[in-house]
């Protein structure tokens, strides 16, 4: 598949002083959706507005389409580019305000006609054509939004955290219209958003970005599966990853991780072959609470999990506990697990236990790169 997007070696600095990007190398083939992700200040804005052009690069080259773009004016870079605050003109109706980029590159009318019913039918904003901007719900703005970039027919579709100004049923909504729309028109986008829900469920593939560095790039799942360091862990997932900092012990046969006052018997499990300081990451759901047989508990007991706070969610629960001292997030979509948390009582201790195939082995330095275990 064509490759529509290459960056290469491409920097950012501020008043030659203050690095916002890091020699950031990256492809995007034709039709796929890439979403960039990372915390405030990471630079993934600054990034797409980068390959937009309304930022200039302090080094590297864009190509777009086979097209070096890197010195060219956002109008020549044959992009479309979706704003979070609309960016629509108020005193143009909606018709007019999809027109209007068509008649700056001077489109025959009939044409515009044309592109204007297509973008109208596929976003299923046919009613509001002659309505003005004020007339609108947010949702219907950034659609109309959208519809101004359908008609462009550009090379390359770029979106700056265009839902966040939605509510959270409204933006709900419109995620699945997003794909929808991807599906239908197929066009290449590079997608920014800080939410991890539209990050998983929109993109081919993520690009997580820290302090001006790509971190990891993959698919949501192989992100969530295999991250490949702490911090990609931390950020990848919601309720986050439990990281528990401590010794993983070889003696007599077994092979024992200890984490402050938490010790776990890991013969079983597949860990690092040498032993040594780790940081060991559990997701949420690879803490498992023990449902109960009379009086003892049904399987191995790893912890005993004190509940603090529980959130129920309807189809699944997510508790705050602490075991020996450390604060763990657990999270249970399973009917019997998820009715035993939600009738536990604040105090309550809860015999745990963990999945010995979803245990996360980081390295215990400052970058925390992950650790790939060997079987028992």
Same mark, same amino acid.
């Given at each position: 598949?064509?490759?529509?997007?290459?960056?290469?070696?491409?920097?950012?600095?501020?008043?030659?002083?203050?690095?916002?990007?890091?020699?950031?190398?990256?492809?995007?083939?034709?039709?796929?959706?890439?979403?960039?992700?990372?915390?405030?200040?990471?630079?993934?804005?600054?990034?797409?507005?980068?390959?937009?052009?309304?930022?200039?690069?302090?080094?590297?080259?864009?190509?777009?389409?086979?097209?070096?773009?890197?010195?060219?004016?956002?109008?020549?870079?044959?992009?479309?580019?979706?704003?979070?605050?609309?960016?629509?003109?108020?005193?143009?109706?909606?018709?007019?305000?999809?027109?209007?980029?068509?008649?700056?590159?001077?489109?025959?009318?009939?044409?515009?006609?044309?592109?204007?019913?297509?973008?109208?039918?596929?976003?299923?904003?046919?009613?509001? =054509?002659?309505? !003005?901007?004020?007339? #609108?719900? +947010? /949702?219907?703005? *950034?659609?109309?939004?959208?519809?101004?970039?359908?008609?462009?027919?550009?090379?390359?579709?770029?979106?700056?955290?265009?839902?966040?100004?939605?509510?959270?049923?409204?933006?709900?909504?419109?995620?699945?219209?997003?794909?929808?729309?991807?599906?239908?028109?197929?066009?290449?986008?590079?997608?920014?958003?800080?939410?991890?829900?539209?990050?998983?469920? =929109?993109?081919? !593939?993520?690009?997580? #970005?820290? +302090? /001006?560095?790509? *971190?990891?790039m993959g698919a949501p799942l192989e992100l969530y599966h295999k991250p490949a360091n702490k911090f990609v862990a931390s950020f990848i997932g919601s309720p986050t990853i439990n990281l528990l900092d401590g010794t993983l012990s070889f003696a007599g046969g077994k092979r024992t991780f200890t984490s402050g006052a938490l010790s776990f018997d890991l013969s079983d499990a597949p860990c690092p072959k040498d032993p040594g300081?780790?940081?060991?990451? #559990?997701?949420?759901?690879?803490?498992?609470?023990?449902?109960?047989?009379?009086?003892?508990?049904?399987?191995?007991?790893?912890?005993?999990?004190?509940?603090?706070?529980?959130?129920?969610?309807?189809?699944?629960?997510?508790?705050?506990?602490?075991?020996?001292?450390?604060?763990?997030?657990?999270?249970?979509?399973?009917?019997?697990?998820?009715?035993?948390?939600?009738?536990?009582?604040?105090?309550?201790?809860?015999?745990?236990?963990?999945?010995?195939?979803?245990?996360?082995?980081?390295?215990?330095?400052?970058?925390?790169?992950?650790?790939?275990?060997?079987?028992?």
């Amino acid at each position: 598949m064509q490759t529509q997007l290459k960056i290469t070696n491409l920097s950012k600095l501020y008043d030659n002083k203050v690095r916002v990007l890091n020699n950031i190398n990256l492809e995007v083939k034709e039709r796929e959706f890439l979403v960039l992700v990372g915390p405030s200040g990471c630079g993934k804005s600054t990034l797409l507005r980068t390959i937009a052009g309304l930022e200039e690069a302090t080094q590297g080259e864009i190509e777009i389409a086979g097209r070096e773009v890197t010195e060219l004016q956002p109008r020549d870079r044959d992009i479309a580019m979706v704003f979070q605050d609309y960016a629509l003109y108020p005193h143009m109706t909606v018709r007019e305000n999809l027109a209007f980029g068509l008649k700056m590159r001077k489109t025959p009318k009939d044409q515009i006609e044309q592109e204007i019913e297509r973008a109208a039918r596929i976003l299923k904003i046919e009613s509001y =054509l002659d309505r !003005r901007p004020s007339q #609108l719900s +947010g /949702g219907q703005r *950034q659609r109309v939004a959208i519809g101004r970039a359908i008609v462009r027919r550009a090379k390359l579709f770029l979106f700056d955290e265009p839902l966040s100004n939605l509510d959270a049923k409204l933006r709900s909504q419109t995620r699945i219209e997003l794909a929808d729309l991807h599906q239908k028109i197929g066009a290449t986008s590079v997608y920014v958003t800080h939410d991890q829900v539209e990050a998983m469920t =929109l993109a081919d !593939r993520i690009v997580v #970005l820290n +302090g /001006g560095d790509i *971190q990891q790039m993959g698919a949501p799942l192989e992100l969530y599966h295999k991250p490949a360091n702490k911090f990609v862990a931390s950020f990848i997932g919601s309720p986050t990853i439990n990281l528990l900092d401590g010794t993983l012990s070889f003696a007599g046969g077994k092979r024992t991780f200890t984490s402050g006052a938490l010790s776990f018997d890991l013969s079983d499990a597949p860990c690092p072959k040498d032993p040594g300081p780790y940081t060991l990451g #559990l997701r949420p759901e690879a803490i498992k609470v023990l449902a109960r047989t009379g009086r003892e508990a049904s399987g191995t007991v790893d912890l005993t999990v004190e509940m603090i706070l529980r959130e129920p969610h309807g189809h699944e629960v997510h508790m705050v506990g602490e075991a020996s001292g450390h604060q763990l997030i657990i999270r249970s979509a399973n009917p019997q697990r998820l009715e035993i948390i939600s009738q536990a009582k604040r105090g309550d201790k809860l015999p745990c236990t963990l999945d010995r195939h979803a245990l996360h082995w980081f390295a215990a330095d400052e970058l925390g790169r992950r650790v790939e275990p060997v079987a028992p």
